[in-house]
């Protein structure tokens, strides 16, 4: 397992962050580092979103900043400039894979079908994003795929929650899980740290528990 993986696999639970304001991006990077989840991904759904990016790297080398959203080797690149040290796609483009090494940034494409997984295993990637994962079929799914594809692992994303990531996370072939949940869009707009910082901690535990 590389180091990529194994920053992952500590984390155990990523939170995923749209932030609308650049401002609110040092704040909540060092409520969730205090909390002790440090390493997130901001995705590049706002115009903030590079800006926010570039802060965090700048000023919180602790923290394993990655970004999410990520539709175009162009778009990789500004992320990659701006600090980003992963990238996530919600899908599966041989283009961003092919760009991500040129760019030497750990990429975690898409896939929500087998074969998608099979075509990202035979472009050389091995870890993947389940997502949505609610949609493919969540824990089934992963149970499904894992005697035939046993040399992948997967991080769950979209319909993963407080509720059920214990159980994702208890699956042989997850390796973290993704989720908007630990900082809510609407607690990051009433700049309430408090409430993200206790989020977090809960998820946190998490992380020791692995």
């Not at 926010?52 to 919180?60: K, P, Q, S």
């Not at 494409?109 to 389940?130: F, H, I, N």
Request: hydrophobic residues 55%; contains cysteine.
């Amino acid at each position: 397992m590389d180091e990529f993986h194994q920053i992952l696999q500590r984390a155990a639970v990523i939170p995923v962050v749209t932030l609308d304001r650049a401002e609110h991006a040092l704040p909540l990077a060092r409520t969730l580092l205090d909390a002790g989840l440090d390493v997130l991904e901001l995705t590049l759904r706002t115009p903030a979103a590079l800006e926010a990016l570039a802060l965090i790297a700048e000023a919180l080398p602790g923290v394993t900043v990655g970004v999410g959203t990520v539709l175009d080797p162009r778009q990789l690149q500004a992320a990659r400039v701006a600090g980003a040290r992963f990238a996530v796609s919600p899908g599966l483009d041989p283009r961003l894979i092919h760009a991500a090494r040129s760019f030497d940034i750990p990429l975690l494409p898409g896939v929500m079908t087998p074969s998608e997984a099979m075509q990202a295993r035979a472009l050389g990637c091995d870890l993947l994003k389940l997502f949505p994962a609610d949609v493919a079929g969540g824990i089934a799914w992963l149970r499904a795929v894992a005697p035939v594809l046993p040399a992948l692992a997967f991080c769950p994303t979209g319909g993963v929650d407080a509720a059920n990531c214990a159980a994702y996370l208890a699956e042989p072939n997850v390796l973290c899980v993704g989720g908007s949940w630990v900082a809510p869009r609407r607690l990051i707009a009433a700049a309430d740290w408090a409430a993200i910082g206790r989020l977090a901690a809960q998820a946190a535990t998490r992380r020791m528990s692995r």
